[in-house]
């Protein structure tokens, strides 16, 4: 292995080294306790260091937000793919993203909520973020119905789901109702 490469496969580590810190303060103390010099006291690193990877906070929500999505992307086509039938598969899908956003709350804002610096819905969206939605097209376009456009009927489908998670969260809706709410959502939105 030359230097050059050592070097930047020890960048690579650093830089998961912060992002990992950054996700872990965050879910055990919420986004307001992620700071340059808190992480960079975390990882035993200087702030410039740190400076060196990302400019600031905003870029390191973003890049917790890509390894979110890509998480996400991950656990919905794992859930999808051991269910049969569309009916099963848009249960799955439904179920597999409130888990994903319960059980990851600070991920799921860096995803969804925070400002990342990410672009969304446009031609220089990151992959992992089109990917994420993409496996939830994936599933949702063989329930869309005719002629419903499927990517406007997922984008409909998403954004009840978002609503689920953040207003359960939230206390704003009872968790105790979530199962109700999910049947009637793919009983009532899909053609099934």
């Known amino acids: 292995m030359s230097v050059q490469e050592r070097k930047e496969r020890e960048r690579a580590d650093r830089e ?57 992307a991950a ?18 899908l439904a179920r597999a993203y409130l888990a994903f956003a319960e059980d990851n709350p600070a991920v799921y804002d860096a995803m969804f909520q925070l400002d990342g610096g990410l672009a969304f819905a446009r031609e220089d969206t990151p992959e992992p973020l ?7 097209l994936e599933t949702l376009t063989e329930v869309a119905g005719p002629g419903v456009h499927p990517g406007m009927f997922t984008e409909v489908f998403w954004s009840a789901l978002h609503g689920q998670a953040t207003l359960t969260r939230s206390r704003r809706l009872p968790p105790e109702d979530t199962a109700r709410r999910l049947t009637l959502l793919v009983d009532r939105l899909a053609v099934l």
């Open 16 to 72: 998961r080294l912060i992002v990992a810190t950054a996700r872990e303060l965050a879910e055990q103390q919420g986004w307001d306790a992620v700071t340059t010099r808190r992480l960079a006291e975390r990882i035993e690193y200087s702030q410039p260091v740190l400076y060196s990877h990302f400019r600031g906070k905003r870029e390191i929500i973003g890049a917790v937000a890509l390894e979110g999505a890509a998480e996400m």
């Open 75 to 92: 656990a919905l086509r794992a859930a999808t793919a051991a269910a049969d039938g569309p009916r099963a598969r848009v249960t799955a």
């Open 130 to 136: 089109k990917d994420a939605f993409a496996a939830l």
